[in-house]
């Protein structure tokens, strides 16, 4: 079945550690994201990648950082300038024709201790 | 920057009302786009609109791209219990192909039976 996945669903990470979450994506699409998402506010894009090898920044990058060397893959690194990295981080990919119809993962919720 | 103001924040309701929800932007958009998510997982679309006055059907849920281009309304009628989650509108001032959305910051329904 065609999709998007995400992993790890849970992971928890001590101040100061940098992580890596991973984003798959088998649908074909050239367009992929990330979000993130706190209680109560909107979805806010961290990284955008329209094509292989580049990438923009969103409303809210700095303290993250991304890659895009496969069409399938845009991994989302949360580095330690991250003042504030506690959240559900959201992936979606999206066609390049109609970029506002995102398909999302299952998102990934990062807990610092 | 662009900002989207969601209403009502939350509703609980019971089963077999119709609720109604909105979105206004102090910017013109281009699209309009709604999704809902349910607990834990990521948002699923809904609804998109890529015309001013548009009014689209899905189901019990209706849409509205508004005619001033600055806000969409989504209604969903005779609620039941598997409609509880976050809505979210979210819209895009670009063309269908360079779109960055902004999101509202979400509608939380729930559903008593």
């Known amino acids: 079945d065609g999709g998007i996945t995400q992993s790890p669903k849970y992971l928890f990470r001590k101040e100061g550690q940098n992580v890596t979450l991973s984003c798959e994506q088998n649908?074909?699409?050239?367009?992929m994201y990330w979000y993130r998402q706190d209680p109560g506010q909107g979805l806010r894009l961290i990284y955008y990648?329209?094509?292989?090898?580049?990438?923009q920044k969103g409303d809210i990058a700095e303290g993250y950082s991304v890659s895009r060397e496969k069409k399938e893959s845009f991994p989302l690194t949360v580095t330690s300038a991250q003042k504030n990295p506690t959240a559900f981080y959201l992936c979606?990919?999206?066609?390049?024709?109609?970029?506002?119809?995102?398909?999302f993962g299952e998102g990934s919720r990062l807990t610092v201790l | 920057g662009q900002q989207l103001n969601q209403s009502p924040q939350s509703m609980f309701i019971q089963e077999g009302e119709d609720v109604s929800m909105n979105c206004t932007s102090s910017s013109i958009f281009n699209t309009w786009l709604w999704y809902k998510q349910d607990p834990g997982e990521g948002p699923v679309l809904l609804i998109a609109l890529y015309k001013a006055g548009e009014l689209t059907s899905n189901g019990r849920l209706t849409a509205q791209f508004g005619i001033t281009r600055k806000d969409s309304f989504l209604n969903i009628s005779a609620s039941i219990p598997s409609d509880v989650g976050i809505y979210f509108c979210?819209?895009?001032?670009?063309?269908?192909?360079?779109?960055?959305?902004?999101f509202g910051q979400g509608t939380t329904l729930q559903v008593k039976p």
């Open positions: 979210a819209g895009s001032a670009g063309s269908s192909n360079t779109g960055k959305l902004i």
């Open positions: 990648s329209q094509i292989v090898n580049d990438f």
């Open positions: 649908l074909n699409h050239d367009a």
């Open positions: 979606a990919s999206s066609m390049l024709r109609n970029t506002g119809e995102l398909f």
